[in-house]
């Protein structure tokens, strides 16, 4: 299972540091998932890990704080919070309910910010898989869909721990030259009109300092002009305007939180943050024709860095 980066995992080992056996009045195998709301993803992703919990658990699946309602007194051994609002709501009621306090949380569809956001440091019994890939297969789908395009510009506020010394080990390995400009105190404007002036393609970062609701149709529409490709982390930018994004989809962060879960079930320790290990390639082909870019097939892009990370066969 691919592991995020040192610094990373650091800053919320302490949060793994109180994991215990779970109690023994708990209920013997009830896992409660909490969903942040109704929408496609929380669905999608509860539905893959009822899947893989089924054989092993007894799984409730509710909107958080509805989900367990009916249990009493009866804790589970488990619970997983899928999104923000549910890993905050569950952290919340944990503090205040006697019978939840030993019991492991798992967060899931959650970035690793918000993870950094939401657990104190020192919680105990809290794990999360995040969203991010790791940073090379951003950089292997780019040589593999533009291979012609070698200067990759980056936006830099505040990534994820470890993401951008990542990327750059790639690089070196890979002969490529990274732009980075840092968004300052100027703001966002003058930094993205200097990586387009020196940057062939511009590789949207998982940085909640740059890329936002508010920004992101800028970064799109001056890199469009400057016929600069957008590589993204996310499948809604690929549909507003990037080239190509490479994420994991809810179905997939369900069956590897599934797979986390059962681990816990057996007795180890939930892992501090562990990245998503599987993905899915979007491209946007309109755009990419208007750019006079011919790029391989999602498909395509999708089993060659399957293939280079090992994962053959995954859906």
């Not at 800053?11 to 109690?23: H, R």
């Not at 969203?131 to 994820?160: D, H, N, S």
């Not at 986390?260 to 755009?287: I, S």
């Amino acid at each position: 299972m691919a592991r995020l980066g040192v610094a990373r995992r650091a800053l919320l080992l302490a949060a793994c540091a109180g994991w215990a056996p779970v109690p023994a009045r708990a209920a013997a195998s009830a896992v409660w998932v909490a969903q942040s709301d109704t929408g496609a993803a929380n669905e999608e992703a509860a539905g893959a890990l009822r899947e893989v919990l089924a054989p092993v658990a007894e799984v409730h699946v509710g909107l958080w704080p509805h989900v367990g309602a009916g249990a009493g007194d009866v804790p589970p051994r488990l619970v997983i919070a899928l999104g923000v609002a549910a890993l905050r709501g569950a952290l919340a009621r944990r503090g205040r309910d006697a019978p939840l306090e030993r019991v492991p949380i798992l967060a899931g569809l959650v970035p690793s910010h918000a993870v950094q956001t939401e657990v104190p440091p020192g919680t105990p019994l809290v794990g999360a898989l995040v969203l991010e890939q790791p940073a090379a297969r951003y950089g292997e789908l780019i040589r593999l869909a533009m291979p012609q395009r070698r200067r990759i510009g980056v936006l830099v506020g505040q990534p994820p721990a470890g993401w951008l010394e990542a990327l750059r080990r790639w690089a070196v390995r890979a002969d490529r030259q990274l732009v980075l400009e840092t968004v300052g105190e100027d703001g966002l404007v003058p930094a993205l009109r200097r990586v387009l002036e020196s940057a062939d393609v511009l590789l949207a970062t998982p940085d909640p300092m740059v890329y936002t609701p508010a920004s992101l149709q800028n970064i799109l529409i001056a890199s469009y002009r400057r016929r600069v490709p957008v590589v993204s982390y996310a499948p809604a930018h690929a549909r507003a305007g990037a080239v190509l994004a490479l994420a994991v989809t809810p179905a997939q962060a369900g069956r590897q939180m599934g797979e986390v879960a059962r681990a816990a079930l057996r007795g180890q320790a939930l892992p501090a943050l562990v990245a998503a290990r599987d993905f899915q390639v979007m491209v946007n082909d309109a755009v990419a024709r208007s750019l006079d870019i011919a790029l391989p097939t999602a498909a395509e892009l999708e089993a060659t860095l399957r293939q280079r990370s090992g994962l053959e066969g995954r859906a």
